[in-house]
Nanobody
Framework: QLQLVESGGGLVQPGGSLRLSCAAS????????VAWFRQAPGKEREGVSC????????YYRDSVKGRFTISIDNAKNTVSLQMDSLKPEDTAVYFC???????????????????RGQGTQVTVSS
């Protein structure tokens, strides 16, 4: 079965950290791009970060630069998103997507990726 499964979400206080994982099964992430998106209630979906496994290119949206770090572990066939200094405005459902792309991963929407996960809830609240 070809699928992406996210994990690592939860409830954390402002200033805290979470590490999200996106695990692929049935296919390899090697040579693919992997992106994290998020959607909060009443807000538009937005791209958070992405990584190109072929050349290591990474992208972060401005609001998470310096706080989030994306990485890929080819041995585990997993992409992680380390989220530090979390803020209430980071609260959202986070999901990952993966696929072959021809341009910068920063410009692609979820539907343009071949594989998409179901998401994991991140809640930042005191």
């Amino acid at each position: 079965q070809l699928q992406l499964v996210e994990s690592g979400g939860g409830l954390v206080q402002p200033g805290g950290s979470l590490r999200l994982s996106c695990a692929a099964s049935g296919f390899t992430l090697e040579d693919l791009a992997v992106a994290w998106f998020r959607q909060a209630p009443g807000k538009e979906r937005e791209g958070v970060s992405c990584i190109s496994s072929s050349d290591g290119y990474t992208y972060y949206r401005d609001s998470v630069k310096g706080r989030f770090t994306i990485s890929i572990d080819n041995a585990k066939n997993t992409v992680s998103l380390q989220m530090d200094s979390l803020k209430p405005e980071d609260t959202a459902v986070y999901f990952c997507a993966a696929g072959l792309i021809n341009y910068s991963c920063s410009i692609y929407q979820p539907y343009e990726y071949a594989y998409r996960g179901q998401g994991t809830q991140v809640t930042v609240s005191s």
